[in-house]
């Protein structure tokens, strides 16, 4: 039963990721998914992306890590793989830091309360979290998501 659940978890998690609309009504409006899951929902919604970055991880890093020690990757390439290496390293401690994933849900929360915001993809919306708990300015991020958001 716990294989099935996670296996429906990584399977929502990855239609938000290719934008797939599930009904005709138009364009997943995020935003209310978010502000009205229960706090397992939104477990379960991080716990889908992090699974989504270990698949990254065990897929990718191993031939990434090739190029890397072979020097074929660019400075912008090298920086990308660090950010996303630090990423999933904080997202494997905020699973056993209650307050830092209730903090980290507040983040989304507080940024999905913008009605300009719903439109957003999920996942969009967890990395913009994560660099605006590193103190970065997201509003730039978030203009150019709001554009993209809505055909």
Do not use: Q
Not at 1 to 26: D, H, N, Y
Not at 63 to 92: A, C, P, Q
Request: include cysteine; aromatic fraction near 10%; hydrophobic fraction near 45%.
């Amino acid at each position: 039963m716990k294989r099935i659940t996670i296996i429906l978890l990584i399977a929502v998690c990855l239609m938000s990721f290719v934008e797939i609309p599930l009904a005709k009504e138009g364009p997943i409006n995020y935003g209310k998914v978010w502000l009205e899951a229960s706090d397992l929902s939104k477990a379960y919604c991080i716990a889908g992306f992090v699974a989504g970055m270990d698949l990254w991880g065990i897929k990718v890093l191993p031939i990434l890590t090739s190029k890397i020690e072979k020097r074929l990757l660019t400075s912008e390439e090298n920086e990308v793989i660090l950010e996303l290496t630090e990423l999933r390293s904080y997202f494997g401690g905020l699973s056993e830091n209650t307050d830092g994933a209730r903090n980290f849900y507040n983040i989304i929360t507080s940024i999905y309360e913008d009605p300009a915001n719903t439109y957003i993809m999920a996942c969009k919306i967890i990395l913009f979290a994560y660099k605006k708990l590193k103190g970065e300015d997201i509003e730039p991020l978030l203009r150019e998501a709001r554009k993209k958001a809505l055909p």
